[in-house]
């Protein structure tokens, strides 16, 4: 019997549905292959992008030269433009404004990694203290309201470049995902005045069946109401709601539970496409008691098709409780 | 300078860039081939199906044997199941219940067809014709509160068979896109006491700019804020809730748009992978004044990645009003 679980947080069900896995398939599952060639984000190209915004790189060398760990670039290729006015204005019954904002590419090493599996503990912590420097920065600018760090890993997961690095876009209004979110959340808040993600981290842990990883300052686990198979979160213990408020000790640990989670999902399911995203509060919202940050990371093995287009709602043929069992059996290499 | 549109009906921002068209790719785009072989939907092939629901077949053939034009049955490898009771039930924060609903196949043709579009419109009619049917026979079941009808064409749309049929999902749950859709069309009709939709049918007429096809009942049009290139709408004139009322002049006529409109976008792109998905409102919600129904169309052409995940904000490099023309000019053989 097909199983449907609701999000406590977005309210969003999900058909947990194991039959469907043995469906019959008329299309061949093709891996799309690399055309390689010249990578602009390699040690040595760095006249082939714009001018970096910010770099942690050796003492001694110069902006846009060698010598950097991690670079911060614009995107040549922007969704939003920095400079300009948003001009609000309608047409009739709609709404439009200027696309302003930021679109940031963090190049995670100078040499042509393509996973972050493969840096070192430190280098990760350096990824992370980025994305912590560029969203202080970048919410000093009055016209902005949300950070959004994210990764496309693979063609499949939508990047272009394969080249390990996370995108940054800055945006106007607070994304309807994030709304929803955070209603979902405030509404609980309201209810039981507790963080609901507080209690899902407390659950987590008296279960423990969709556990992957558990340390002092961290859980990675497999969501109850998993869209995906091998949908994984990874949520820190103690409450806050921005990311860039994380202690020093969490940063530490955060960078070698990420790094750890993604080398079990890249065993287990053969370096699939993934997708990862820093959920975090709207700049200007303050010390939210209701919204807790978290990364949300969803390896993309299935196709998204004309339901969930139409409703909102996932069928994921792997229990999360099953996906969390094998995780925890795999070797994430996780050390200190 | 990319521009910000707002969709009016679900609030979602999308990013009209089209400078984002032009970046590079490490990545072969390949065509997914298909394996042939064996058609579970084929003429002759009706035993290795679940027993017919119901079909539309010639005077004198028989149920589960060959001489049917139209054939519904349940999904061999159901996302939901038709036999039980929800059992509604928590586990801490969690809700739970079970997967009761039904999941239904509609095959459209007993001809190996790859497309609606390969069928006459008198055989188009039927198929929308067997929406209703079966929307008006499960709204009797109490269980159930929504009727997802949606077609996923090609492997990238998630079909996994490619004989031309649409699927149908009654869910005992409101659809958590349907909800955010009708509350926003109801916060509009609250404040300016009309439908949204139907203005919008008329402001698309007045402005022409992103019109694919007018006829007397019904509109196919891109809509101002398009999440994706060539993603196409297909509105009826007259105000009506549920596509279960639809009247018979209607249903003729949408057959002729549905079909020229997705024969336009064949010959635009080259038969992409698609999904529709009909927008209809609830089981037992009445007569609403503020929702109306209508089907989108998304051709499948770009990559949903991290940004859209984490925002569910789109960007879209193709700006709708250049798609509609260069619709407008493809021949879509609309004939009666």
Known sequence: MPELRKDPVSQRWVIIATERAARPNDFKVEPQPIKGGFCPFCEGNEDKTPPEIMAYREKGTYQNQRGWRVRVVPNKFPALRIEGNLDKRGDGIYDMMNGIGAHEVIIESPKHVVSLTQLENGHVQEILWTYRDRLVDLKKDKRFTYGM????????????????????????????????????????????????????????????????????????????????????????????????????????????????????????????????????????????????????????????????????????????????????????????
Chains 1, 2 share one sequence.
């Open 149 to 336: 760090l994210f990764k496309n890993v693979g063609a499949v997961a939508g990047a272009s470049l394969e080249h390990s690095h996370t995108q940054l876009i800055v945006t106007p209004v607070v994304p309807i995902t994030v709304d929803h979110e955070m209603r979902g959340a405030e509404e609980f808040y309201r209810y039981r005045n507790r963080c609901i993600f507080c209690d899902m981290v407390r659950q987590e842990i008296a279960t423990g069946a969709r556990i992957v990883i558990e340390q002092d300052n961290f859980i990675s686990f497999e969501p109850f109401a998993a869209r995906f198979p091998f949908e994984t979160w990874i949520l820190p213990k103690q409450h806050e709601a921005h990311f860039e408020n994380a202690q020093k000790i969490e940063i530490e640990e955060l960078a070698m539970v990420l790094k750890s989670t993604l080398a079990k999902l890249e065993t287990a399911l053969d370096s699939p496409p993934y997708n990862y995203i820093l959920h975090t509060s709207p700049f200007n919202s303050g010390e939210l008691e209701y919204y807790h940050w978290h990364i949300e990371i969803i390896p993309r093995l299935t196709k998204v098709a004309g339901f969930e287009w139409g409703t909102g709602y996932y069928i994921n043929t792997v229990p999360p409780e099953n996906a969390a069992e094998y995780l925890r059996k795999v070797d994430g290499k996780l050390t200190t």
